[in-house]
């Protein structure tokens, strides 16, 4: 049996894994991401690979890792991660270094594309897009059966489009009018206190949002949506709009056959964030609409696509480039 390790790096998070080229994960270990420096964050990493891979080390083929930020995809190092405050660590290098197998550093959506395409939804279609809504928006884009890189590897950076000509609120990477700085779980709070201060109805939301004693999150926003209150309708109804016009210029952009959601705000409020999206973007987008989906694979869309991006069957028919 041929394994692979994945690791999926997040804002607040480490999950690794073992798995098998179907995709299936087997061993599984997470834990919050080491604040500090690089050097400290490269040896946790290394830790969880071992400990997943106990015992089978010998059949390890290679290492997948799926980081959140702005990664350099031939150094294979995460160049900047707005969330966990990582700059310029050469995980690759350290990772080969320290196991002598070979390792890959995508784009955390990127690696999410890669199983979308190889067992999620869009087996057998080779024009696809996933897109994740949580803490940031990412996406991983697939066209003509195989992963766009660009230049560094970031050909896919939809949730710093600006989607805003105003540039009304400032993003995570300090950008203005950034997509993910209005409708992402890190993103909508912000919206929300903006759009508070032209709404007049009665809410309790904006009652929270004036008295300003503590930041509201996104999951309050939501619930408040599901018992009815005006104001969070509003914010949820306007955020969906957004959605729906940044997803059609991707539409307009890649022309996917698919689209499939993932992410933590995506996969816990499917009805209020994908259901909209796939009701709009037939009225929005140029190119012949795509199916609009939520990705089956769930919260473990990255990790999967790290431990199958380790294959070197698998990377080299959808990343050839690399
Ligand atoms: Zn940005």
């Known amino acids: 049996m041929r394994y692979a390790v994945g690791l999926d790096i997040g804002g607040s998070w480490i999950r690794g894994a073992l798995g098998d080229q179907s995709g299936r994960l087997s061993r599984r270990s997470v834990q ?8 400290r964050f490269v040896s946790q990493a290394i830790g969880i690979i071992k400990e997943v891979s106990i015992g089978v080390a010998n059949d390890v ?3 997948g890792v799926g980081a ?11 160049e900047f ?42 087996k057998g279609i080779g ?22 890189l660009g230049k560094d590897g970031n050909a896919h950076e939809v949730g710093h489009m600006i989607i805003d000509l105003e540039g009304r609120l400032e993003c995570n990477c300090g950008g203005k009018g950034h997509w993910e700085a209005y409708t992402s779980g ?35 926003i939501f619930t408040a949506a599901y018992e009815g209150d005006p104001f969070a309708e509003y914010v949820i109804n306007e955020a969906a709009g957004i959605n729906a016009k940044a997803f059609a210029n991707i539409v307009n952009l890649y022309d996917p056959e698919l689209i499939t959601v993932g992410g933590g705000l995506a996969l816990k409020n499917p009805s209020l964030t994908v259901l909209p999206i796939a009701e709009m973007i037939p009225h929005l987008c140029f190119n012949v609409p795509p199916r609009v989906a939520l990705t ?20 080299s028919e959808l990343i050839p480039q690399l």
Do not use: W
């Open 81 to 122: 991660s707005p969330h966990a405050s990582l700059s310029s660590v050469p995980l690759k290098d350290a990772i080969e270094a320290e196991f002598s197998k070979p390792a890959v550093v995508l784009n955390d959506c990127v690696a999410a594309a890669v199983a979308e395409g190889v067992v999620g939804a869009g």
């Open 61 to 63: 083929e290679g290492i």
């Open 296 to 315: 089956p694979l769930g919260e473990d869309a990255p990790l999967v696509g790290a431990v199958l991006s380790a294959f070197d069957s698998v990377r």
């Open 68 to 78: 959140a930020g702005r990664i350099d995809i031939r150094r294979g190092s995460i």
């Open 32 to 39: 919050r991401v080491v604040q500090g420096s690089g050097d």
């Open 127 to 148: 024009n696809l897009v996933y897109v994740g809504i949580g803490t940031g928006i990412g996406a991983g884009i697939m066209v003509d059966g195989r992963i766009l």
């Open 186 to 220: 890190s993103g909508i709070p912000k919206y929300a206190k903006y759009l508070s201060n032209g709404f007049s109805g009665v809410s309790s939301l904006v009652d929270i949002i004036k008295a300003g004693g503590k930041e509201i999150e996104a999951k309050e």
